[in-house]
């Protein structure tokens, strides 16, 4: 168990639907990090965060967005899902970043039907 | 702008023989690099990390990897692999700070009895 948390485990939704992806960091941990893992794109950064404040993005779609909360837990909202945006969502965290461990959550597996 | 390669998509071998995963990083600063393991249906964890010091840095379940800063690389070997180690590997860089951590397209190892 990493300590990191993440709900709900599995989300079955339609096209054109919007869902909201919760996290739950490590206590302690201030940078929260989202990355999407399909089988044909593999591991891919999403965003992260640091104490509230957006701190890297990367193959994040606009019609994705997050954020962190003052209690540090962060949301990753998906709006107007496709087909190809299913897929294993995890999240992970760490206390500041770079060189530091990061922490996986077990993820959040999505199916858009 | 930091990357990682990993060559090898599948490596298979039989029980008890050695393996290598190579792991190639491109950055113009200095980093830290790190290997995380995902097994079936988990999130992922790392295995071990090179920050500084000793370029040969060890895990706790057998596994090493070397830091060759001349050849950008952090192979990840083991001289007797076991079932159990039947997992994904991903290798990552980061260039420290509050950077973001790149991971890799990972490397399927499939360990034949």
């Known amino acids: 168990d990493s300590g990191v948390t993440q709900t709900p485990k599995h989300l079955i939704t339609a096209t054109g639907q919007r869902v909201t992806l919760r996290c739950s960091p490590r206590?302690?941990?201030?940078?929260v990090y989202w990355y999407q893992q399909s089988l044909d794109q593999g591991l891919q950064f999403l965003i992260q965060y640091y104490n509230g404040e957006e701190r890297a993005k990367g193959n994040i779609l606009e019609r994705f967005s997050a954020q962190q909360f003052p209690d540090l837990h962060s949301e990753l909202n998906l709006s107007s899902l496709e087909l190809g945006d299913s897929a294993l969502y995890f999240c992970?965290?760490?206390?500041?970043?770079?060189?530091?461990?990061?922490?996986f959550g077990p993820g959040t597996r999505l199916l858009v039907l | 702008a930091q990357s990682v390669t990993q060559l090898d998509s599948q490596v298979p071998v039989f029980e008890e023989a050695p393996v290598e995963l190579r792991c190639n990083y491109s950055s113009s600063v200095s980093v830290y690099l790190f290997w995380y393991v995902q097994y079936p249906n988990q999130g992922l964890q790392l295995l071990l990390k090179y920050l500084s010091g000793s370029t040969l840095v060890e895990s706790i379940n057998g596994f090493e990897a070397e830091f060759n800063k001349s050849q950008t690389s952090f192979h990840l070997r083991k001289p007797s692999v076991h079932i159990s180690d039947t997992a994904e590997y991903f290798c990552?860089?980061?260039?420290?700070?509050?950077?973001?951590?790149?991971f890799g397209t990972g490397t399927k190892l499939h360990v034949i009895p």
């Open positions: 992970a965290s760490s206390y500041s970043g770079g060189r530091e461990t990061q922490y």
């Open positions: 990552a860089v980061s260039e420290g700070g509050y950077q973001k951590v790149t």
């Open positions: 206590s302690g941990d201030l940078s």
